[in-house]
């Protein structure tokens, strides 16, 4: 394994990003997988100005926007589902900190397919003809906006249409459930558009719940989804997606995606949150333990762990991921 991808959170963070870049993740529902502990990591590491695209909006968006480090945000979805609106990225889009710009839940993966190809623009057949259309948040000034989501003529039909620009992101940070040291990897449970942001994205990071020999993506290759050709970076961090689900693995934490929601709807709030879950956390065993190893047996006895029982023969130690994670950081 002296060639693995593996690398401490800290280390690719430090990497592989930068302020004003083009960054995305939340590829996954809102309640369900997203790479939230890079977003924790981000903040951390004081990056600021990002440009942010999420299929939908995550507690992740809603951090990161509450604390300052996002500027502009593209999504196609912006509330928190069963948990109400995102309090944290409402305020910073209110203030007029952060400019959100909207698309529908089909016109984000339809951009981001678009980038995957290299296609100069997107035909689009939705959003037309609504606000979406003609409401930019990026150039307000200007309404009906006629730059957001362009016409073209259809060549064969001579119909005309809309036309979506492409999205290919300077990094994507993508949660998976499975990954192996050379970074393929394997998603339980709802995939969304991580599939089309992986071939979309200039770079790409997968922070995953647990390594794997690779002899289990030998076992099931059809369900290597993201291969490692495609993969810059492997991170260890269980519970990366927490307070969120991650199938097979545990269950959303819903008395925290409650408390961390009503924490970023105010300045303070977000303060005393950053201070706790952030700031304050030393490493991947420390987090495990702010979270609470009760709480961590309890969300991971939910009704979807069976998802992973054909793979856990291949799963490595903790501590033996551990070690890849120090030794690929200092190579």
Known sequence: MSHHKVISLAEAVRRHTWDGMQYASGAALPVGSDAIVFGRELLRQGRRDLHAIFHCNTQQLNLLAAAGAVSRAECGFSGLEGFGFAKGLGR?????????????????????????LNWPFVPATVNVGTDLEFRSAFDPEHSPNRDKIRTVTDPFSGRTIGAFSTLQPDLAAIHVTLADPEGNAIMLGTEWSRFELSRAAKRVILIADAIVETDCM??????????????EAVVYWPFAAWPQASPGMYDGDEAHMKAMNDALGSEAGTAAYLADYVDGIDGVDDYLDRIGRERIAALSRGPTSFLLDPYRRWILPHADALALSREGAAA
């Open 92 to 116: 910073a889009v209110q203030s007029g900190a952060v400019a959100l710009e909207d698309y529908s839940n089909l016109a984000m993966p339809l951009r981001l397919l678009g980038g995957a």
């Open 218 to 231: 030998r076992q099931f290759p059809n369900l290597v989804r993201i291969p490692g050709l495609l993969v």
